[in-house]
C-alpha cells in the first residue's frame, strides 16, 4: 500500500504514549486515595468493586488501548489509506453499536442475576447482603458503558492506525477527574467518612454516576478527534460483507473471546473471594493491591506494546520472520528489563508503599497489612502477565485469534482448578497465586505454538539475558529489604514518614544496584533502555 506520511519512530511513539499514560495513571492513583479515604475496605467499595466487573470489562478489554477492538483495528488500518478507513470504521461501528446497544439493555434489567453470579457468597452474611443491594444500583447505573465502551475501542484504534497516540492513551484522565470531582462533591457535602449504611449507600451511587459520565466525556473528546481527522462519522453503514470489515471480524471475534476469558478468571476469582470469611474486605484488597501493579504495567505496556504492534503486523510475510523474530526478542527482553526490578523492589517494600499510597481517612493499618500481602502475590508475576500480552500481540499481527482463544478456554479450568486448591490454606493471597500460576502456563503455551508457527524461535538463547535480569533483580530486591528494615530500626521516623522514606531511599538503592549489575550483561536492550530514562530526564 502507498505511504501517505512518514511513521514515527518507536522511540518517538513510545515517549508520547508514555507521558500521556503517566498522566492518566496519576489521575488514577489520586482517584483511588480518595475512594480508599472515603470508603476503605468497607461495604461502599467492596459493592463498587463489584458492580464494575462487567463495566470493567467494557472498558479496558473492549475499550482500552492493547484491547482486542484496538488490536483488530490497527491490524487493518495499518494496510489501507486514509481514503479507505473511514467507510470501514463506521461499518464496523455500525454493527459493535448495535450490539451493545442490546447488552446495555441485558444488563440493566439483569442486574441482580449478574451480581448473584460475580459474588454468590454475598449472601451469607448481613455485610455482604448490604453489599450485593448498593452493587445492584450501581450496576443499573453504569450499564450504557457497555455501548460507550465498544465504540472508544474502535475509535482509539482507528487513530492508532492514522499515527494519533496522544488522545488515546490521556484519555483515562477524563474519567478519573470526573470521578474525582464526583467524590470531591460527596465528601464535602458528607462530612467525615463513617460506617453508617446511609453514608454507604449514598457513596456507592455517586462512584456509578462518575464512573458513566467519565465514560461518555471519554467518548466524546475520542469521537471528535476521530471526526476531525476524516476517519468516521457518527452515521449507521451496513456493507458487512465488505472484505475489509470482514478482515476486522476475523480478528476482533476470536480476539474478544480470548479476552472475555481473562473476565470470566476475574469472576471466578471474585466468586472465592466472596466465600472467604472476610469476603467485604478481602474483595477491596484485590483492587487496591491490583490497582498498584496496573499502574506501572499500564504505563510499560503502552510503551512497549503500541509501538510494537503496527511493527508486528508488517512483518507478517514469510520472508520477514528473521527480522519478526528479532523484533519479538527485543520486546520481551525490554519487558524483562522493565518489569523483573520492579517486581522485586514491590516485593520487598510492600507495606511502606501501601502505607504511603493509602493509609488514611477509613483506610486504617489493619487495612494496609491485608494489602500488602495482596500487592506482594500480584508483584512475582508482573513480568510472565506482561510477556503474555506481548506474545498474544503477536499472534493477532499475524492474523491468528484462535490460538490466544483455546489456551484462554485452558485457563479458565486452570484458574478455577488452582484457585480451589488455594484459597482455603492461603486466603485473598492464594487467589491471586493461583492466577500467576495461570499466566506462567499461557507464556510457555504461547512460546510452544509459536514456535512452531514461526519455524523456529531461539527460546534457550533467548533465557539467558532473562535468567541473568531475574538474579539482578532478586539482588536488588534483597538489598531493599535489609534497607529498609535498617531504617525502620535506626531512623527513629514513624507512620507515614517512616514508609515513605522505606519506599523511596531503600527503592532508589535498589534500582541502582540493579541497573550496575544489568549493565554486566552487556545487552543492547539495556543500554537502549538506560538511554531512553537518561533522555527523559535531560529534557
Not at 502505607?355 to 508483584?379: C, H, I, M, N, W
Not at 535468567?467 to 534483597?478: D, E, F, K, M
Request: hydrophobic share 55%; aromatic share 12%.
Amino acid at each position: 500500500m502507498t505511504e501517505t506520511k512518514p511513521k514515527r519512530s518507536l522511540a518517538g511513539i513510545a515517549g508520547i504514549v508514555a507521558i500521556a499514560t503517566l498522566l492518566s495513571k496519576v489521575a488514577g492513583l489520586v482517584r483511588e486515595q480518595l475512594i480508599a479515604y472515603a470508603f476503605g475496605v468497607g461495604v461502599a467499595r467492596a459493592a463498587y468493586d463489584i458492580s464494575t466487573i462487567l463495566p470493567s470489562f467494557f472498558l479496558i478489554l473492549l475499550g482500552g488501548i492493547n484491547g482486542p477492538f484496538h488490536s483488530a483495528m490497527v491490524s487493518a488500518l495499518a494496510k489501507r489509506r486514509k481514503e479507505e478507513s473511514a467507510p470501514l470504521v463506521e461499518a464496523v461501528s455500525t454493527l459493535i453499536g448495535s450490539i451493545f446497544l442490546i447488552v446495555t439493555i441485558v444488563v440493566f434489567v439483569f442486574a441482580p442475576f449478574f451480581i448473584d453470579l460475580l459474588a454468590s457468597g454475598l449472601q451469607q452474611t448481613q455485610a455482604g447482603l448490604e453489599t450485593r443491594a448498593i452493587a445492584i444500583q450501581q450496576l443499573r447505573i453504569m450499564a450504557p458503558i457497555a455501548w460507550f465502551a465498544g465504540m472508544i475501542g474502535i475509535g482509539f484504534g482507528t487513530l492508532n492506525a492514522a499515527d494519533q497516540y496522544w488522545l488515546p492513551s490521556i484519555s483515562p484522565l477524563i474519567s478519573s477527574v470526573t470521578l474525582l470531582v464526583g467524590l470531591g462533591i460527596f465528601l464535602l457535602t458528607s462530612g467525615t467518612p463513617t460506617t453508617n449504611p446511609e453514608y454507604a449507600i449514598r457513596g456507592g451511587i455517586v462512584l456509578a454516576i462518575a464512573t458513566l459520565l467519565g465514560t461518555v466525556f471519554q467518548w466524546i473528546a475520542q469521537f471528535w478527534a476521530q471526526r476531525q481527522s476524516g476517519l468516521g462519522r457518527f452515521r449507521t453503514r451496513f456493507v458487512w460483507n465488505d472484505p475489509g470489515v470482514q478482515e476486522v471480524y476475523r480478528v476482533m471475534g476470536p480476539a474478544l473471546f480470548s479476552s472475555g476469558m481473562l473476565q470470566i478468571n476475574v469472576v471466578t476469582d471474585l466468586t472465592f473471594a466472596s466465600l472467604l470469611p472476610n469476603a467485604v474486605a478481602a474483595i477491596p484488597s484485590l483492587t487496591y493491591a491490583n490497582f498498584l501493579v496496573q499502574t506501572p504495567l499500564g504505563i510499560l505496556s503502552n510503551m512497549i506494546l503500541v509501538p510494537f504492534l503496527p511493527v508486528f503486523s508488517r512483518l507478517t510475510d514469510p520472508s520477514q520472520w528473521n527480522e519478526l523474530k528479532e523484533r519479538i526478542r527485543q520486546c520481551v527482553l525490554i519487558t524483562a528489563i522493565a518489569m523483573l526490578p520492579l517486581s522485586a523492589l514491590i516485593i520487598s517494600l510492600a507495606t511502606p508503599i501501601v502505607r504511603v499510597v493509602y493509609e488514611r481517612g477509613a483506610f486504617k493499618p489493619d487495612a494496609t497489612q491485608l494489602v500488602a500481602s495482596v500487592l506482594t502475590a500480584y508483584a512475582v508475576g508482573m513480568f510472565v502477565y506482561l510477556c503474555r500480552d506481548v506474545l498474544v500481540r503477536v499472534f493477532y499481527a499475524l492474523g491468528d485469534g484462535d490460538t490466544p482463544f483455546k489456551i484462554s478456554i485452558v485457563n479458565i479450568f486452570l484458574n478455577a482448578f488452582f484457585d480451589f486448591l488455594f484459597y482455603r490454606p492461603f486466603g485473598i493471597v492464594g487467589i491471586v497465586l493461583a492466577t500467576v500460576s495461570v499466566n506462567i502456563l499461557s507464556v510457555l503455551a504461547l512460546l510452544f505454538f509459536l514456535n512452531r508457527r514461526l519455524n523456529g524461535l531461539p527460546l534457550l538463547q533467548w533465557s539467558y539475558p532473562i535468567v541473568g535480569l531475574a538474579a539482578s533483580s532478586i539482588l536488588a530486591g534483597t538489598a531493599s529489604w535489609f534497607i529498609s528494615n535498617a531504617i525502620a530500626n535506626l531512623s527513629g521516623l514513624t507512620g507515614f514518614f517512616l514508609a515513605f522514606a522505606q519506599m523511596t531511599i531503600a527503592g532508589l538503592i535498589g534500582l541502582g544496584i540493579f541497573a550496575l549489575l544489568a549493565n554486566q550483561l552487556k545487552l543492547p536492550e539495556v543500554d537502549q533502555f538506560s538511554d531512553r530514562i537518561l533522555q527523559r530526564f535531560r529534557r
